[in-house]
Structure formats: C-alpha cells, structure tokens
C-alpha cells in the first residue's frame, strides 16, 4: 500500500483580492503557521518526495514541510489554473464567465489533462509515500478523476461543496494498492 497525499498550499498574501493565479504572491503569516502545522502533521510519516507546483506559494508550502529534510521536485503540470484574468477581478460571476471564452485561458478539461498526464508519469512503485502540493482546481480535477466523478465545466467548479473541494492547508489521502493494479481508495480532507 502507498499512500499519496494531496496537499493544497497554505495561505497567502492577497491585501488587494485579485484573482493572483499564477502571480508570485508569498505566503502571509498566517499561511506560513499553516504550512509549519503540515510539516508537523508529516513529520513522522514515510514521505521519500514531494512533487509541487512551481508557483511560489506552492514552492514555499513544500520548502516548509519538507524542512530541508525531503527532496522537492517541481511540475509545471501542477500549476495554477491559467486564467486571462489573472491579476484582475471583477466581483461578478457573470462578467467572468462571459468573458472567459473569449479571452482565453485553460478550461477543466486542460487542467484535466495535464494532471492526468502527471498522475499516469509518477513513480507509484517506489518505497516510501508522497506528497504532491498543488492548488484547489488542479487538485480536485485529480480527485474527480480518481473517484470517477464526472469533469465539471468551468461554472461548475465554483459550486462545488467544500467536502469535496479541498480548503488552502488541507490534505488529501489518496492509499493506492501496488499489489491490486493500483486500485485506489480515498480519504477524507483532513484540515488541521
């Protein structure tokens, strides 16, 4: 049995409520407490990597868990959402989802794709468990896919229930059986 967890990166610095996406913003504070009760929620697990979005909020939350002690690697494939809107908000659902199609951006299907992609390419049969610390789309499209839930449209993940959706700072647990053709069973979110 090897245990995956997904982990959504912690709080971050936002003082002008943007749609950051992909924006270099630093974890706040209260993000960095966060990340610190995660790195002590795995601090006695079997954790042998961590694969982590190269965006610097997830960068920082896999450097504090890791605490020097766990090789961190980087996908770009874990990524925010890309999104026209990046760096820009308008406080109306219906602004953005007119404008989304024409300005371009990933749709979940992308997102989909390329989680899929990372999932299909990752190392399940080595010794030990992982992390993969990513941000809330990307990581609950993997989840949809595993628990066979059926792709949302871009509407759609926004209506999502928290039990389903993870929160920032939340894991994940995805237990995969090496032994079964990889059958997977999954957690609840944990939230610390």
């Known amino acids: ?40 929620f795995f601090k006695d697990k079997n954790i042998v990597q961590i694969y982590s979005s190269p965006v610097l909020r997830c960068k920082q939350t896999s450097e504090i868990i890791a605490s020097n002690k766990i090789p961190i690697k980087h996908d770009l494939r874990l990524a925010e959402t890309l999104s026209a809107f990046q760096g820009y908000w308008e406080f109306n659902w219906d602004y953005f989802f007119k404008h989304v ?11 989909y794709k390329r989680m899929l ?8 049969k080595s010794d030990g468990d992982i992390i993969i610390c990513s941000h809330g789309d990307p990581l609950y499209l993997l989840y949809a896919n595993l628990a ?13 229930p928290e039990e389903r959706y993870q929160p920032k700072a939340s894991i994940r647990t995805i237990f995969l059986d090496t032994l079964e053709n990889d059958k997977v069973s999954i957690g609840p979110i944990i939230n610390l």
């Open 1 to 40: 049995m090897k245990t995956i967890y997904l982990v959504r990166h912690a709080e971050y610095e936002n003082p002008n409520n943007i749609l950051v996406g992909r924006l270099p913003v630093k974890l706040s504070e209260a993000g960095k407490q966060q990340a610190q009760k995660l790195a002590t």
């Open 101 to 111: 199609d024409e300005l371009g951006g990933e749709t979940p299907e992308d997102i």
């Open 117 to 124: 992609s990372f999932w299909d390419e990752l190392d399940k």
């Open 148 to 160: 066979g839930i059926p792709l949302p449209t871009i509407r759609e993940i926004y209506q999502i």
